[in-house]
């Protein structure tokens, strides 16, 4: 005897649900990654305002890759949330712009780390 | 009503007027750098105009309180410093923009919205890793 389990309890419809909510989740922690990185920067560049032209260089590179360190802590978390989002996937269409998307995110993610790694060579 | 996507929409325009701000800064400070350059040229035709453009000077902080004499600043790095750094926050604003998109993308399905923002996205980066790769190839 068969067990008929999508009949008796709407398998399709919690997943979905959860699904949603995690990454609705995670993609509200991404956004909160950002924008604390960016008020952090905002504030971190009002206060190297009152210092010389030529120290301002240098404390803009340092506080712009601490930047980009947050931007691609969110982009990590954002690569996750598509991962996941790909469970649902309504058509080819959204599945083809999803690719492209996340390879984006990847390749950026990518140039980042290395522009990092390439700052703490330096320093 | 207040919605999460008029709140990211509003956060992303608070992003593109701190980027504009940030342009403008480093505009304003690369104008009162030229002027002091114009001035030492000046100064000695005109040694009078040296001593107020010195006082407004220091007090900008483009001279610094100290030294008397400072080396010569560049000013093609601190433009492409400045303007990296606003590439930085508008880098921020795609990710944030895209979010929004990829969750419309699942409600609304796929809408000319869509490929804007993903070209503004990917011009955005393309321009942000030319400018960087420019001025650590060249050394600026």
Partial sequence: MILDLNGLIPIEAIRSYYI???TFGID????????????????????????????QTMDKESIRLRLARGILLALDFEIGSDIIK??????????????????????????LSKEIDRHNKMT | MITLEAIVLFLTYVIDVIAISIILITIGQLLLLLLRRALVVDS??????????????KHVNVISNDSTREPKI????????????????????????????????????????????????????????????TIKKFDL
Avoid at chain 1, 30 to 54: D, E, Y
């Fill in chain 1, 20 to 22: 949603d909510l995690i």
């Fill in chain 2, 44 to 57: 000695k035709k005109f040694p009078a105009s040296k001593f107020f453009f010195h006082i407004f000077m």
């Fill in chain 1, 28 to 55: 509200i922690l991404a956004a909160s990654v950002i924008i604390i990185s960016v008020i952090m920067a905002l504030i971190s560049f009002l206060k190297i305002l009152k210092n010389p032209i030529k120290d």
């Fill in chain 2, 74 to 133: 560049s000013i093609i790095p601190i433009l492409a410093n400045g303007l990296l750094f606003a590439l930085e926050f508008e880098c921020a604003n795609a990710v944030l923009r895209l979010i929004l998109v990829i969750s419309s993308l699942f409600r609304e399905g796929p809408n000319p919205d869509i490929y804007n923002t993903i070209i503004f996205f990917v011009g955005i980066f393309a321009i942000r890793m030319i400018t960087s790769f």
């Fill in chain 1, 86 to 111: 790909t469970m649902q996937i309504p058509g080819i269409k959204e599945l083809l712009i999803l690719g492209v998307i996340v390879t984006i995110r990847i390749v950026l993610s990518w140039s």
